[in-house]
């Protein structure tokens, strides 16, 4: 079962939620791989400090262009929608950063002069930490595409696991899709603020292209005001976690300290959160 | 004309709550949400949402089933699995790249221009302000980030106003590097955790990469004091200067409930003094 914990907003808890879902699961003596597929900024690594034991490259295609073959036909800037390839005058000129691997100006180049290379998009890490399988994307920094080192990563996920945890990057466009997609549930983690309310009707809304169920959890619960309860009830959303505004909390988080290892008393809380996804998903 | 990129790397910072007193501050500016997957700033400015413009981006495949002789073509050639068994385009998949139009012997496919989002041109009591909204799910964030700058570069230039103030979006990837190309000026906004000094050091590298040095300010400092230490000793590593450090105060969620910044919810409160110098401070910089 692949639980993916996603949110609008930057910074309301995605990963304390994610680490400590899979620490808890890991200690249910459950198998569990955690998926962290904020490739851009990767941080479920510092609450759980893994071993790596392997970093393997991922990479997407980019053309390759033999000019010695090249007949200026301009067929490879024709069929390229993201104008990552144009034959200009003598020559033909390849933007990496623009192009999406489609392959279509390999296939298209009537004298076989394109071929394709790889470009390194970033790191694939694998490791372990007290038995839980960990996998993170580690996006190379100027690299602007983030979803095929997210697809890489996705690959990962052990099939035979009973269950798969995925920290997802903020916001609601691509990258947010491609760490969604196979969820078999999806929490939506927020904070009872202005901000918090705005991103979260924005994440509903993607889930909802999705159709796969899914629930709220508010963190820093005790700030803020009662509009995200209010927006919850009005939409039949349930709200399966509530976490206080605990300065413990946000101490322990500073300095990298798995919240169910400094205060263990909110092992409950992801407890329930379990059980809810049981009734909601009796498989 | 100078344009400050307000950015962080770890989401949650505080970003959009500095731009807002910072929108307060500054006299003559143009504003701009870069957030455009999450864009909250128009929360606490009001704007007036005066011109709404259509951002039609990218393309999806669309397979007209009474051409389809379901040759498999298509599904052969895509490589973002978007095309079904049964010959149905996964929207969310297409890439838009066109390959299975381009080879489909049947003629069969029509690339469909996509409505990825809107862009609107507003006014606020602080100025003028270029914000935008993309689709649910859209990919193209960074070309509506883009579209935004551009929007607010034209309206400073027809105005002449000297700064351009952007709040841009949280980590590295393709809509922060739409925000922060050919800009001059970028504030990191950071905070004493481990994981916010982690991504720091990413955001930092990325600025590098583009030959734009950063500035730095510290938000919520009374969180962890030694991490405080860690991320000065970081920016002396890394040669970036820290310009401002702004506790941690319960007004700025206070004022985001009713809709304000800080220095207009409480002046008198240490983090908004702290945000006006360090306020003082980029002007004295940006020369502005």
Partial sequence: ?283 | MKELIIISGKGGTGKTSIVASLANIFDNKVLADCDVDAADLHLILNPDFKIKKEFWSGKTAYIYKDKCTQCSKCQELCRFDAISANFAIDKIACEGCGVCAYFCPQDAIDMRENLAGHVFLSNTVHGSMVHAKLGAGEDNSGKLVTEVRKHAKQKAEENNIPLILVDGPPGIGCPVIASITGADNILIVTEPTLSSLHDLERVVNLANYFHIKPFVCINKIDINPSKVSEIVEKCAELEIEIIGKIPYDEDITKAQVKKQSIVEFNQESQAAKEIISMANELKRRLNI
């Fill in chain 1, 1 to 283: 079962m692949q639980i993916s914990i996603a949110s609008g907003k930057g910074g309301t808890g995605k990963t304390t939620i994610a680490t400590n879902l899979a620490y808890f699961l890991k200690k249910q003596n459950k198998t569990v791989t955690l998926l962290d597929c904020d490739v851009e900024e990767p941080n479920c690594h510092l609450f759980l400090h893994p071993t790596w034991t392997s970093t393997e490259k991922s990479t997407s295609k980019i053309p390759l262009v033999n000019m010695s073959k090249c007949i200026k036909c301009g067929r490879c800037g024709d069929i390229c929608h993201f104008g990552a390839i144009a034959n200009i005058k003598d020559t033909v000129l390849v933007f990496p950063e623009l192009c999406h691997g489609c392959g279509g100006c390999s296939i298209v180049c009537p004298t076989g002069a394109i071929t394709e290379s790889e470009k390194e998009i970033g790191d694939v890490q694998t490791g372990t930490a007290d038995g839980l399988e960990i996998v993170q994307g580690l996006l190379k920094v100027g690299e602007p595409m983030s979803p095929p080192l997210i697809r890489s990563v996705k690959k990962y996920a052990n099939t035979d696991d009973e269950f798969v945890i995925v920290d997802c990057p903020p916001g609601t466009s691509c990258p947010v899709i491609e760490s969604l997609k196979n969820s078999d549930f999806i929490l939506l983690i927020t904070e009872p603020t202005p901000f918090g309310l705005n991103d979260l009707k924005l994440a509903v809304d993607v889930v909802n292209e999705l159709k796969i169920p899914f629930a709220v959890g508010i963190n820093r619960s005790t700030i803020g005001d009662s509009t995200v309860w209010d927006y919850c009830k009005e939409q039949n959303i349930p709200i399966i976690l509530e976490i206080p505004h605990d300065r413990h909390i946000a101490r322990a988080y500073s300095e990298g300290i798995l919240l169910l290892k400094a205060l263990p008393q909110y092992e409950e809380k992801f407890a329930d959160i379990l059980e809810h996804i049981k009734e909601v998903l009796p498989s």
